[in-house]
């Protein structure tokens, strides 16, 4: 073969490469997704209880018919338990498998059981399930009778909202996630509007089908100040939902 064939052969293979290089690229590995999108459901998982003493001292009547009438102790007995959530999560990966997180969710449900009692002289009258105390004071509404129907149970209302990082353990399809974060939480629906701080901590699993797939977490979210207590409080939310990246 002369330098004219060799050269057509070289143009040949060099037309060939440059007709197969897009198809090349198309077949090599496409970038991560940046962004995630997580809508989910599960509970928030709280159990906070306050118990409140006072003493009321009852004056003498006029005349001093019952001198020394002994003072009366009031009790009221306060619970607030878990509810059902919902809520979306949404993620911007800013560095490898390191992501930075924002969230919304709201737990409808909330139990708030209260109740009262009174107690004098070493006998109580009322309990936990409230109602109406009858006392030896006179007759009449406002004198005989104590009422606790006002703590009976109702429900809160609370909103979590709040920022974080997430990392992923591992790449591939199935990732293990660590989180950790800091938001606050609103409760509506007691006598006053509440909102307080919560740092949050917890764990996670990934398991990924292309461009969707699901996720699980268990994120521990701590109440610093809890409206309810005043103390710490660990309110745990355990969720699962369906993801989109993008």
Not at 211 to 239: P, Q, S, Y
Request: charged share 20%.
């Amino acid at each position: 073969m002369g330098h004219r064939g060799l050269g057509r052969v070289g143009r040949a293979v060099g037309l060939a490469l440059l007709a197969a290089a897009p198809a090349l690229a198309a077949d090599g590995p496409s970038a991560e997704p940046k962004n995630e999108i997580v809508v989910f459901g599960g509970a928030s998982i709280l159990d906070a209880s306050r118990n409140q003493d006072m003493t009321v001292g009852v004056p003498g009547w006029m005349g001093d018919r019952w001198p020394g009438f002994p003072d009366v102790q009031v009790r009221t007995d306060t619970s607030l338990g878990g509810s059902a959530l919902f809520g979306a999560r949404y993620s911007r990966y800013v560095k490898g498998r390191l992501a930075v997180e924002a969230d919304l969710a709201v737990a409808p449900t909330h139990d708030l059981q209260a109740g009262g009692a009174l107690c004098l002289d070493g006998r109580c009258f009322g309990g936990a399930e409230g109602g109406r105390v009858r006392g030896p004071w006179g007759q009449g509404p406002g004198r005989g009778d104590l009422d606790f129907e006002d703590l009976r149970s109702r429900n809160l209302t609370a909103w979590h909202y709040g920022a974080g990082l997430a990392y992923d353990i591992t790449g591939g399809d199935v990732r293990p996630v660590v989180i950790f974060g800091a938001g606050g939480v609103s409760y509506s629906g007691a006598r006053e509007t509440s909102t307080d701080f919560a740092l949050r901590f917890g764990a996670g699993l990934k398991v990924l089908f292309g461009r969707v797939g699901g996720r699980v977490d268990v994120v521990d979210h701590l109440v610093t100040d809890h409206f309810l207590t005043g103390k710490a409080e660990h309110d745990i939310h355990a969720t699962a939902g369906f993801l989109v990246r993008f």
